[in-house]
């Protein structure tokens, strides 16, 4: 069993920054990669932003530019740190994690979701 724990959000004036933060804990022999997703009232899940074990990062065209992702392996802790934030930011912010749990087992698991809400 892993859990995801995810802290960070809040309420934030449109311009400003944030850092969410998600804590791998667990079965955990490798993290094969991480990622933030999030959930606006009415639409579908998106990714936001994504990161391998090996440091490889990916980006929605939405936060591109203004969103850095980072993973310490050691801590087994992602971060993301976005600014410029806009009231479209707003969302449930999901953490994600791929992970083995074995050498030869993996699976997929999901945090609880953080609350980000950006006021124009």
């Known amino acids: 069993q892993v859990q995801l724990v995810e802290s960070g959000g809040g309420l934030v004036q449109a311009g400003g920054s944030l850092r969410l933060s998600c804590a791998a804990s667990g079965s955990i022999f490798r993290i094969n990669n991480m990622g933030w997703y999030r959930q606006a009232p009415g639409k579908r899940r998106e990714l936001v932003a994504t990161?391998?074990?090996?440091?490889?990062?990916n980006y929605a065209d939405s936060v591109q530019g203004r969103s850095t992702i980072s993973l310490d392996s050691a801590m087994n802790t992602m971060l993301l740190q976005m600014s410029s934030l806009k009231p479209e930011d707003t969302a449930v912010y999901y953490c994600?994690?791929?992970?083995?749990?074995?050498?030869?087992?993996?699976?997929?698991?999901w945090g609880q979701g953080t609350q980000v809400t950006v006021s124009s």
């Open positions: 994600n994690a791929e992970v083995n749990v074995t050498p030869f087992r993996k699976y997929d698991w």
């Open positions: 990161i391998t074990g090996g440091g490889d990062t």
